[in-house]
């Protein structure tokens, strides 16, 4: 089963835990090991999903970024509270994150931006991520001219381009078993910093 998910055998931060889990699963193959679901909240209170890449986890929590702008950008901008899953099922395994979500600064921002393809540049500078496209050559024309601007200019920043890091509250490490014993091993985050481990009933 890999690291520990007994209360007592894992380690004292889920992070730890989750690192040491990721990389089991890029050992394992798992197929896009970094993607994760994105759980936010519009302002009538209706939950959001979607899918999107985990682009780092340290210090400040797990990392993700979009535009600004973007439908997941303004709920978070109103509500900064947001959840992660990551499904493994190569290895029956399952991490649910929850927390509050913070903008990192335009530093951190700009060298994210310019750290991914030329292609992905491209196409977050050719327009309003969720804005409504009047029709598929306008997306034709404006990814072309985004594609020669970023050719022209590579070190173009997207100024609306931003990295988010939500800051855990609780995490829970779930791994199947074949009889339905699943293991759930809760992380729970108190007010002076300090993490408590206990196990779920399934």
């Known amino acids: 089963m890999g690291t520990s998910t007994s209360p007592d055998g894992a380690p004292e931060r889920p992070a730890e835990l989750f690192v040491a889990w990721l990389r089991e699963a890029i050992a394992a193959g798992v197929v896009e090991p970094h993607v994760m679901t ?37 709920q978070l901008a109103a509500h900064p509270v947001a959840c992660l899953v990551f499904y493994w099922p190569e290895q029956g395994r399952q991490v649910r994150v929850r927390g509050r979500v913070v903008a990192l600064d335009r530093a951190d921002c700009a060298q994210d931006f310019l750290s991914r393809s030329p292609l992905s540049r491209a196409a977050a500078l050719a327009g309003p991520q969720s804005a409504v496209l009047p029709t598929r050559p306008d997306l034709d024309r404006a990814v072309s001219e985004a594609e020669r601007r970023v050719a022209d200019a590579p070190e173009t920043v997207f100024e609306r381009h931003t990295v988010y890091a939500l800051s855990p509250s609780s995490v829970e490490f779930w791994q199947g078993d074949p009889g339905r014993r699943h293991v759930r091993l809760h992380y729970q985050v108190a007010e002076d910093g300090t993490w408590t481990r206990e196990l779920l009933w399934p």
């Open 38 to 74: 994105l759980g936010t909240v519009d302002d009538d209170g209706w939950p959001d999903a979607r899918i999107v890449m985990l682009r780092e986890v340290d210090d400040r929590g797990w990392h993700f970024a979009t535009d600004a702008v973007s439908a997941k950008g303004r």
